[in-house]
């Protein structure tokens, strides 16, 4: 079973679900809380009991979703100070190749300098959307999130549905669709910082999810 899915049981509602149809549950609701309060405290089990167990997390949802932009404002900042550096070093340049790698850094800065921030900006969907992303309605339907099925002969393989990732595909038309975007706005202009939020997101849960899993095996 997907650990997420074990701690989705502590929801009241799946509880009374589990009840209903018979479940039968190796691990009780206490088993499961144990196991959690055994993930270190931080953004990667912030992350873990929002997208499962909300009950669970120390943090509102607006205090988690603080944390993301306050990692989203980090990075940009820093994808600022190398554009201004680019520019300084630039201005400072003398010889033709100082000047020649200055047009190069200044390039590269600017390439990978996000957009400017502002109420119509797309930050605060990008980190809604990961969110979305990341629950369980965007598990893979084949292996039901494990990344790993077994075959007829009861042997274990990766999923070729989600190529072992256990998730769904999202295409980046879906991806803009949810921060209110046309595609080719959402490739050209937000995709960096969709895939940058998404990416930490993940980095930050895979330890959680591990430790959860040791503490429950
Ligand atoms: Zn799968």
Same mark, same amino acid.
């Given at each position: 079973?997907?650990?997420?899915?074990?701690?989705?049981?502590?929801?009241?509602?799946?509880?009374?679900?589990? @009840?209903?149809?018979?479940?039968?549950?190796?691990?009780?609701? @206490?088993?499961?809380?144990?196991?959690?309060?055994?993930?270190?405290?931080?953004?990667?089990?912030?992350?873990?009991?929002?997208?499962?167990?909300?009950?669970?997390?120390?943090?509102?949802?607006?205090?988690?979703?603080?944390?993301?932009?306050?990692?989203?404002?980090?990075?940009?900042?820093?994808?600022?100070?190398?554009?201004?550096?680019?520019?300084?070093?630039?201005?400072?340049?003398?010889?033709?190749?100082?000047?020649?790698?200055?047009?190069?850094?200044?390039?590269?800065?600017?390439?990978?300098?996000?957009?400017?921030?502002?109420?119509?900006?797309? !930050?605060?969907?990008?980190?809604?959307?990961?969110?979305?992303?990341?629950?369980?309605?965007?598990?893979?339907?084949?292996?039901?999130?494990?990344?790993?099925?077994?075959?007829?002969?009861?042997?274990?393989?990766?999923?070729?549905?989600?190529?072992?990732?256990?998730?769904?595909?999202?295409?980046?038309? @879906?991806?803009?669709?949810?921060?209110?975007?046309?595609?080719?706005? !959402?490739?050209?202009?937000?995709?960096?910082? !969709?895939?940058?939020?998404?990416?930490?997101?993940?980095?930050?849960?895979?330890?959680?999810?591990?430790?959860?899993?040791?503490?429950?095996?």
């Amino acid at each position: 079973m997907h650990v997420g899915k074990l701690l989705a049981r502590l929801n009241p509602s799946t509880q009374r679900y589990e @009840q209903g149809r018979g479940g039968i549950p190796e691990l009780t609701p @206490q088993d499961v809380a144990a196991a959690i309060a055994m993930v270190p405290e931080g953004l990667g089990r912030e992350l873990v009991c929002r997208l499962w167990w909300p009950d669970g997390a120390k943090l509102s949802a607006k205090e988690l979703d603080r944390l993301l932009m306050e990692a989203q404002l980090a990075e940009w900042r820093a994808r600022m100070d190398r554009l201004v550096n680019a520019q300084i070093f630039q201005a400072m340049a003398e010889t033709p190749s100082d000047r020649y790698r200055a047009v190069a850094k200044l390039d590269s800065a600017r390439a990978r300098m996000w957009p400017r921030l502002g109420p119509d900006s797309c !930050y605060a969907a990008i980190r809604k959307a990961v969110l979305a992303e990341m629950s369980s309605s965007c598990l893979c339907q084949s292996c039901h999130g494990l990344g790993h099925v077994r075959d007829d002969a009861g042997l274990i393989t990766a999923c070729s549905a989600c190529e072992g990732s256990g998730k769904q595909k999202v295409s980046d038309r @879906q991806r803009a669709q949810m921060i209110d975007r046309d595609k080719k706005t !959402y490739s050209v202009v937000w995709a960096p910082v !969709y895939e940058w939020t998404i990416g930490l997101c993940n980095e930050v849960i895979g330890p959680a999810h591990d430790r959860l899993r040791q503490a429950v095996a």
